[in-house]
């Protein structure tokens, strides 16, 4: 297409625009979410035997219901290894001509795709979204079939599979998590559509600037009316803010910028979580929504900043282990409590560890309002173990989890690793930090959590040099003696500035240097739940093959053979009541902690370890303390 044709045709479809022109719903969404098949292949033959054709599935005799989203440990105990998954549905005949795509919101670890008995393709990682094209492969008007072949985590046990080992990939800690464990689903729309939108909103201004890829698929350029729109979230049916005009789509993706002004803006934070609606529309084609905050978070004069005003954080640590659904939570309702028992307890942060939480809690984390930190699924105390394969998978688990999280109002800072031991991650650091710049623009990014490489260093908000920063991890026990108490106060200070205060404790922390900004991102001491009552309610409601319910159990047992083999027995005969006394000492020293970092002018906020607990730090949590006390 020449220019002057091409700007003629961009004149004519602008004239002939009209108010609403365009606003049929045209992306149709069809979940596979239910009842699947799932075939447990524990001797990894089932790819040379074919299993991936449906007639040879059908044959097997060993085929079990598993529901999607859930992880398959909830019927198969702690099991690693190969599993295939088959799902019939039917395509209605009206995406006879549509583009359609298969997205897969999460699957743990690796997924090989065929549909109808034709090849798809395969993915790799756990904890991020992923789709492939499929309007080829699909039957419209009949039943079709899906057929996975799933690899998942090497944990527990010394085998390997495909070429991965023990430990070798991005896994959360908190249990297997295998399979089709969050949600999946079929989206139709037309031949041009919405790939990608990042909105970068501005408080100086007050405007949000849609960063957009656009697609066509066919194979000559195309005049479409592209829309976009601001909305409030609570009431869709005031339209904030509005754009029209005709654009030219060439084959392929397109990249296309819009910035609209939010009159009467109002602003993002945890005591006001106000969410805006944006769309994007293709018209005729495709249809894209989102929520979105208007928000600013950034460091000035050592202090964090929302929106143009100081606060000082007050964050908790998050497991993210659930009783029944282990990774994902066993509803809605749990979640809700979890986050209002944070919020209730004066906290404005959460730091899930460390994994993109599930989309339905970020969706709450940003209706309830409280600021969250995005993390990879990328542990680093020396896990995923070092293969050749490993800088190419953080660099995917970095890259994944930033795309999927960027439009979130909650998500206010990105945290790539923690506590780092060896070269390649230290090396890793930097290009890590400039790529997750790259993707998003807007957000903190805090390079290791804990500075044990080189110390920590954040980047501001559209910056691409980093700032020194001191990030404090510590765990001084149940004691807090004026020893540890006067290391709280010493933080930031010189070795003059200590003793002229009075102070000769050492201050927490590693490669800690004075006159920072610092953050003590780790803070706490455990104790342990309140196991008996822990374990009825597990009795009545749980599921005996998840890792909670055999771990409950299990500490409650070891729990009382120590307390009589030690003789505190006759001290403590009922279980309880130690549980009980343990929890009022671990709030003591919590509270202890707690007051001294915050006698500190040079401490801008602290993470308590943690909110809830899970696996090998099962006794930190505080949500079972706090739901004891607010039942009382």
Known sequence: MTERKETLLLLVANLLCLPGLGLAEDRQVQSLDGTWEIVFDSENEGRESNWHRDDVYSKRSDIRPIQVPSCWELIEQDYEGVAFYRRKFHVPASWAGKTVRLQFDAVNHLTEVWLNDEVVGCHEGGFTPFEFRVDNLITTGQENTLLLRVVGPIILQDKTIDGVGPLETPQWRGGIAGGVWQSVRLVATGDTLVRDVFIEPRIEGDTATFHMELENNGSVSKIVQLETTIRSAKDPDQIVAKSNRAVSLRPGVSKHTETLKVPNARYWSPDSPYLYQAEVSLAGSDRWTAGFGMREFTIR???????????????????????????????????VREIQLAKDAGFNMIRPWRRPPAPMWLNLADEMGVLVVGSPALECMRLPLSTPYLPSRVEHEIRQAVLRDRNRACVVQWELFNELHRPILKQMMRPMALLTRKLDPTRLILDESGGWAYGARMYLPNEYEP?????????????????????????????EEKKASGLYAKAPGRNVIPGLMSFVSELGYGSLPNLVDNNERFRRDGNPLTPAYRYHHRLAEDQQRVLKESGFGGLYPDLEQFCLDQQSIHGAANKRMIEAVRSNPNVSGYCIHALAAGDWILGAGSVGTMERRQRR
Do not use: C, V
Not at 472 to 480: A, E, L, R, S, V
């Open 301 to 335: 004069d050592k202090q964090f900043y929302l929106n143009g005003k100081p606060i000082y954080l007050k964050a908790t640590f998050f497991e993210g282990l659930y009783p029944n659904r282990i990774a994902y939570p066993d509803s809605r309702e749990m979640a």
């Open 467 to 495: 700032i020194r920063f001191n990030d404090i991890h510590t765990y001084p026990g149940p004691f807090i003696n004026k020893w540890y108490y006067d290391g709280f106060l010493s933080i930031g200070l010189t070795e």
